[in-house]
C-alpha cells in the first residue's frame, strides 16, 4: 500500500468516527503534511483519492470538506472502500 493510500485511508477512518463532521474542513495540506511527517504531494494524492471517493470536495481557494451526510454516507458503505475482503457473489442461474 502506498503511503498516499493509507493517508487517505486513515482520513476516510476519521470521517467514519465523526472526528471531521458532514459539511466541515479538512486540515489544509500543509498542515496534514506537517501532522502526518508526509510530503504535501503525498497528501495532494491523499485528498485527491478522497476526493474521488466521494468522501470530500474541493472549494476553490477555500480547501477541502467533508461531503454533505448524504453523500458521505452512500460513499462510506461503498464496499470498494473496505479493506476486508468481500465474499464472491453466487451467480445468478
Do not use: W
Amino acid at each position: 500500500m502506498k503511503l498516499y493510500e493509507k493517508l487517505a485511508d486513515e482520513m476516510t477512518e476519521a470521517v467514519r468516527r465523526g472526528v471531521f463532521a458532514a459539511g466541515e474542513r479538512i486540515p489544509s495540506v500543509r498542515q496534514a503534511s506537517q501532522q502526518h511527517g508526509v510530503s504535501i504531494k503525498t497528501v495532494l494524492h491523499a485528498y485527491a483519492l478522497l476526493e474521488s471517493r466521494g468522501i470530500v470536495e474541493t472549494r476553490p481557494q477555500s480547501g477541502y470538506f467533508v461531503r454533505d451526510a448524504a453523500a458521505t454516507a452512500a460513499a462510506l458503505d461503498d464496499p470498494r472502500l473496505s479493506r476486508k475482503p468481500v465474499a464472491p457473489t453466487q451467480p445468478v442461474a
